[in-house]
């Protein structure tokens, strides 16, 4: 479990127009960390129409530096094309320190119209780590994004670079010389490319997507860590989405991969999706920050430098392959409730809610019978794992015209996937109600404490509609305090959370705004929708949310937010889920590759996660609520 935190003085960098060299853009950085701050070399474009400039048009490469790795006041043009091999444009650099020597490498462009040809890697050298005073071809074909490892492996000088990114499918390979004057020497890479294939990583996952070299790696004590730019569907541009992706390489030997994370960033800031090339987020450099944060230095739209950190213990972990199953940790017992008996939940269950009341925890689960009418079941655990009881009839069943079934027969209709929160001494159940006709609805019941444990559950109110008629709106909870005297809803329009204010519960006012608490991240994990699960958690004035995320691919999963004090601001997101399928039994059944909760408990510093598995069965997970608050702080 980690979270990207992207710096609040974003963009860190941008285009200076007293500056012809870098009027138009300033992107993609390359960073090194020195005693007394941050230099940065970054790509410089000129605008085409600044005659002005000699190189109207082109990419040279600019330096910058910081003392506190935000402000980079202090700029200079430090290489200009100057060799035939390099004369339409420097571009995307990539500087390491090797044995006291800066090498910086790049993209050199040898000719126009660009292709694959005439793209090849350069380098810069300068012996007194300021000036570059010596310049080399480094590939005789086409690559990008040549990076020098900061120290030799096995006495070798090793590297890593993109080939054949202009003749894709590129992929990402590993090379190794006696000597980094190998580098420029044709003879070296007529040998090695005779065998290129043989030293690539294998990090691309389809031939349709592309890959690129991002960072320099960096030598942690787990492995080599690099990050790298990860292009779904490059070759169709309404479906292209730019990521970035960390991975870890074994130490002594880089070629094996120890693991890698899914995208970890896409583009979602304004300054990420406008630009002169929108809807980018690149990464070419990553530095060891202060307080255990590593730094990762983007460009972004291909117009300005941007930076975003992580703290690097929870990301290594998160890169840990004997690492629990993410964040929450599965009981032994599981699945812990599953169908049973010929009635109401001879089908499946799933999908639980819970709380705890007087010691006990109350599992509010969603039973589907042989017709696929849905209703509410409940099972009762003291110690939050154990069922130590389990109603032989539904808690709650359908009462109403709108949760009646009007549809085939066989359809699905009834009372789904409840919600339920205390506010003083009642207790609010929000549910989906389908009649197998119209748009499913969001309905709200409440019943008083008293009277849901004595088990006078005819005490239920009637249900009304919270959502606007023929509105496709579920995952209803509540928060349970609260707001400014209002009721806060979460609920989901659109395939995000939104939210809103409601005066009372007992008017039949229904949500009528759509607040926006949070959206898909496309191209990620949750890219295709996301939406609460049970009410969030308070944690001092603040709230944990833990939300499912469905990918493209389907796939359900968990994830954790950290929301301010109204209930409506994200503070902090995970970027990796925090619980995902991994099981046969949430991988296999009604519908495969499903984790979906309705509810969660909290006793001391443990969380118990109740959800449905593959829309079939029940399990119970646990997590430390310490861990998660740390990791999302």
Request: include cysteine; proline fraction near 6%.
């Amino acid at each position: 479990m980690f979270v990207i935190r992207r710096e609040t003085h974003n963009p860190i960098l941008s285009p200076r127009h007293e500056h012809p060299w870098e009027t138009l853009a300033t992107f993609n950085p390359s960073v090194i960390r020195e005693e007394n701050g941050w230099r940065m070399y970054y790509r410089a474009l000129s605008n085409p129409a600044a005659l002005v400039s000699p190189y109207a048009g082109q990419s040279t490469i600019g330096e910058a530096f910081s003392e506190d790795g935000l402000h980079f006041n202090i700029r200079r043009q430090v290489l200009m094309p100057e060799e035939p091999w390099e004369a339409f444009g420097c571009e995307d650099p990539r500087a390491t320190v090797f044995e006291g020597v800066t090498y910086l490498s790049y993209t050199a462009l040898g000719g126009y119209p660009f292709n694959k040809d005439n793209i090849k890697v350069g380098i810069a050298i300068a012996k007194d780590r300021k000036n570059f005073t010596e310049r080399h071809l480094v590939t005789p074909f086409n690559a990008k994004a040549f990076a020098l490892f900061p120290e030799r492996i096995g006495g070798k000088v090793a590297a890593i670079l993109s080939v054949h990114t202009d003749e894709p499918p590129a992929e990402i390979c590993l090379v190794y010389a006696d000597h980094v004057e190998d580098f420029w020497s044709p003879a070296f890479w007529a040998t090695w490319y005779a065998d290129w294939q043989s030293h690539k990583l294998v990090l691309r996952r389809s031939d349709n997507d592309h890959v690129e070299v991002g960072s320099v790696p960096i030598l942690t004590q787990h492995g080599w860590l690099i990050f790298y730019s990860y292009i779904k569907d490059y070759f169709t541009d309404s479906a292209r989405v730019f990521s970035v992706k960390a991975a870890l390489l074994d130490r002594d030997d880089p070629s094996k991969i120890i693991s890698h994370t899914e995208s970890l960033m896409v583009p979602e800031e304004t300054y990420e999706q406008y630009g002169v090339v929108p809807n980018i987020v690149f990464p070419t450099s990553a530095t060891i920050g202060d307080n255990g944060r590593l730094d990762i230095w983007y460009g972004a739209a291909d117009t300005v430098c941007a930076k975003a950190s992580v703290k690097l213990h929870d990301l290594m972990r998160a890169l840990d392959p004997e690492r629990p199953a993410r964040t929450f940790i599965r009981a032994v017992q599981n699945p812990i409730l599953a169908a049973r008996g010929e009635g109401f939940e001879s089908r499946n269950v799933f999908n639980p809610a819970a709380i705890d009341l007087n010691g006990s925890i109350y599992i509010l689960y969603r039973a589907m019978d042989a017709s696929n009418t849905s209703t509410i079941g409940l099972a009762i655990s003291k110690d939050g794992i154990t069922i130590d009881e389990r109603l032989a009839e539904p808690m709650y069943i359908p009462r109403v015209d709108f949760e009646m079934k009007h549809g085939s027969p066989t359809g699905n209709s009834g009372c789904e996937d409840s919600r339920i929160v205390r506010i003083g001494d009642t207790l609010f159940m929000t549910y989906t109600a389908y009649d197998g006709v119209r748009a499913p609805a969001g309905v709200i019941s409440s019943i008083r404490v008293a009277d849901f444990l004595a088990r006078r559950f005819e005490k239920w109110s009637i249900p009304f509609l919270l959502t606007p008629d023929n509105v496709d709106d579920k995952d209803l909870t509540f928060l349970p305090e609260k707001v400014d005297g209002n009721y806060l809803l979460y609920h989901r329009v659109n395939n995000q959370i939104c939210a809103d204010l409601l005066p009372d519960l007992a008017s039949g006012t229904r949500a009528s705004r759509c607040i926006e608490v949070m959206g898909p991240r496309h191209g990620m994990w949750d890219g295709k929708k996301v939406g609460s699960t049970g009410p969030p958690i308070k944690v001092g004035d603040r709230w944990l949310m833990i939300y499912h995320g469905v990918s493209r691919h389907a796939t359900y999963r968990l994830g954790a937010a950290l929301l301010d004090s109204t209930g409506t601001s994200v503070l902090a997101r995970t970027a990796d889920s925090v619980f995902e399928p991994v099981e046969t039994y949430e991988k296999e059944g009604e519908v495969p590759n499903v984790v979906f909760s309705c509810g969660a408990v909290v006793r001391g510093d443990t969380i118990y996660l109740y959800y449905g598995a593959a829309d079939r069965v029940i399990g119970v997970a646990t997590a430390s609520l310490a861990h998660m608050l740390d990791a999302l702080s």
